[in-house]
DNA sequence: AAGTGGTCTAGACCACCTC
DNA sequence: AGGTGGTCTAGACCACTTG
């Protein structure tokens, strides 16, 4: 039943930015329950095919997207489960004020206290990811008595501490000296650099910065 | 109701791997109906925090993943949106049988023929993304009374042609002479890649790879 | 103010998968 | 074969938002 519903909007008697019937009408149609109705456009609003207001109805979108969903594990997982042995090393932490650029990330107006940790992911034994992090030390306190020696921040922090929002960004960088030199790259070569940053409620918790070596791809299948 | 449910799986009630009560039982314990536990539970299904299984139940994901979502719009959309002029050139158009890797792409053991069209998209007159694509002749023939110079092969196939599955991968590449002169940056610029290819049931439709100027960003927020 | 989609109920039946 | 989640129904009430 729900099927029909699908491909009756994709089969083309809607076009992009018609206006559908109301769920009650389409029901009626169809003959169906109006939640039925309401289930396959759930489905449909979704996968971007669709939007539907309150009141305002709905409609087959104007400007047509791709969808597309990533799942991002855990660094450790992500190399584990290509077959490949994980490492990692920690390479610094320090307490310091962020510099303007990190608090803006965070739409903090004035530089606040944080943890900086930089550690390097290895798959293989060879460089795979190197990660420059900063953890606001007043929304996760606990992060000061973890060992990040053993467990990543990706890690504890994925496992430990939920968040409400999430900022991603994806972009390309030439490797710069440092991130050469960490990489076991040459200068120049194209990293895959992930920016992300998260919140729980109003409150900052982490935002880093991960340059993958040359040959990381990101996949999804729809 | 269903706030509650979420909220006491996030709470830490159940951790990574845990199985949970069966929905019956929840909706007992709530003192809801067991079609709202349902509910609760399909978002938090989709939203990679949990697994269920008929007969199995319903577990805790053991590693969580962050599961982004991102939406390709047509790239003359895209670049609209960000309040840019956009410009579109037809570099070329052809038919002729695939190299085995692109026929490879599709999962077809064999050479196929197929038109490859090359085109440049430009945002304020500058070089934007460059693609390079090849289109099943068969599974599209009205490609070929379309007029490329006009419309872009992406705006087209978007538009015309749904499809019911399609695999996307981003990854980074040095920028090689070839694709430096059409983007008019240096050679060895780091490019952003996404590679797509998209079925119609089991027909090929299309493939292509696509070359972002550097500065290019693909941006999620959860 | 009214019309639309969103949530919820109480119940039935189905489909899949593990045991 | 039985137990679990998935779909569907017929209906009620709620919440948003636009005209």
Redesign the pocket.
């Known amino acids: 039943?729900?099927?029909r519903i699908h491909a009756r909007i994709l089969d083309g008697t809607y076009g992009p930015g018609d206006k559908?019937?109301?769920?009650?009408d389409i029901?009626n149609e169809f003959?169906?329950?109006?939640?039925?109705v309401?289930?396959?456009?759930?489905d449909l609003?979704d996968s971007g095919m669709i939007e539907?207001?309150?009141?305002?109805?709905?409609h087959v979108r104007f400007d047509p997207v791709t969808r597309a969903t990533f799942d991002i594990p855990i660094t450790r997982k992500e190399v584990e489960n290509k077959g490949c042995a994980y490492d990692y090393q920690l390479i610094s932490r320090s307490t310091l004020q962020t510099p303007r650029c990190i608090a803006a990330n965070f739409g903090l107006p004035a530089p606040v206290e944080m943890m900086r940790v930089k550690a390097l992911h290895l798959s293989d034994r060879q460089p795979h990811i190197y990660e420059d992090r900063w953890i606001c030390t007043g929304t996760v306190p606990e992060i000061a008595t973890v060992d990040l020696q053993r467990i990543s921040a990706n890690e504890w922090l994925v496992r430990n501490k939920p968040y409400s929002r999430c900022d991603i960004r994806f972009y390309t960088q030439q490797a710069g000296r440092h991130e050469a030199r960490l990489l076991g790259i040459e200068p120049g070569e194209a990293l895959f650099v992930t920016e992300r940053t998260t919140w729980i409620g109003a409150e900052a918790i982490t935002t880093v910065k991960a340059f993958a070596a040359p040959g990381y791809q990101l996949i999804s299948r729809i």
């Not at 309401?38 to 759930?42: C, I, S």
């Not at 539907?52 to 709905?58: A, F, Q």
């Open positions: 039943m729900r099927a559908l019937p109301r769920d009650e029901a003959g169906c329950a109006r939640s039925t309401q289930r396959a456009m759930r609003s539907r207001r309150r009141k305002g109805g709905t």
